[in-house]
Antibody, heavy 116, light 108 residues
Framework: QVQLQESGPGLVKPSGTLSLTCAVS?????????WSWVRQTPLKGLEWIGE???????TYNPSLKSRVTISVDNSKNEFSLRLDSVTAADTAVYYC?????????WGQGILVTVSS | EIVLTQSPATLSLSPGERATLSCRAS??????LAWYQQRPGQAPRLLIL???DRATGISPRFSGSGSGTDFTLTISRLEPDDFAVYYC??????????FGQGTKLELK
């Protein structure tokens, strides 16, 4: 059974960079699946951030594209999210998820707060 | 961007009753719609894919229907664990994948 686990700082300063990693276990990241980041806020609900394939191909939400970078490390079986120039509006629970199609496996989520 | 509108926002029912949740897409998405359940403090869980196919391990009490712009999730004989928030999500036109705003199924 594939499992995903997010990790990273829970607090980021405004104008700083949010960096999270998703560790995948129970199956290889090198597969036919894509790997996504999704965030959730009380105001905007669930918002898809972007996805990556093990070969490094990425697709991003146009609304965040200018600030987002998703990368993959096949040797560690993990992928990462980088979000630049964060503001309070980026405060959210961030999930990593497998696209199989649809989001069939999710991490437990990590709350990231943007505050000074 | 495809907008998904869910109704009602809140549905109050009792155990044993039948729940009917709706999701309307802003344009034709064929059958490319999924439903998720999210319990408090947990990640969403995939219930239904491609409008009507149950995901692995999902109870037959959950069923999905619809195509084009109008979709329905039906939960028969509600059980205590079913009271949660339900989201629809489309994969017809991306980026981005989009979600509805959710329907909260609460205990009456």
């Amino acid at each position: 059974q594939v499992q995903l686990q997010e990790s990273g700082p829970g607090l980021v300063k405004p104008s700083g960079t949010l960096s999270l990693t998703c560790a995948v276990s129970g199956g290889p990241i090198i597969s036919s699946n894509w790997w996504s980041w999704v965030r959730q806020t009380p105001l905007k609900g669930l918002e898809w951030i972007g996805e990556i394939y093990h070969a490094g191909t990425t697709t991003y939400n146009p609304s965040l594209k200018s600030r987002v970078t998703i990368s993959v490390d096949n040797s560690k079986n993990e992928f990462s999210l980088r979000l630049d120039s964060v503001t309070a509006a980026d405060t959210a629970v961030y999930y990593c998820a497998r696209w199989g199609p649809y989001f069939d496996h999710w991490g437990q989520g990590i709350l990231v707060t943007v505050s000074s | 961007e495809i907008v998904l509108t869910q109704s009602p926002a809140t549905l109050s029912l009792s155990p044993g009753e039948r729940a009917t949740l709706s999701c309307r897409a802003s344009q034709n998405i064929g059958s490319y719609l999924a439903w998720y359940q999210q319990r408090p403090g947990q990640a969403p869980r995939l219930l239904i894919l491609d409008a009507s196919d149950r995901a692995t391990g999902i109870s037959p009490r959950f069923s999905g229907s619809g195509s084009g712009t109008d979709f329905t999730l039906t939960i028969s004989r509600l059980e205590p664990d079913d009271f949660a928030v339900y989201y629809c999500q489309q994969r017809s036109d991306w980026p981005p994948y989009t979600f509805g705003q959710g329907t909260k199924l609460e205990l009456k």
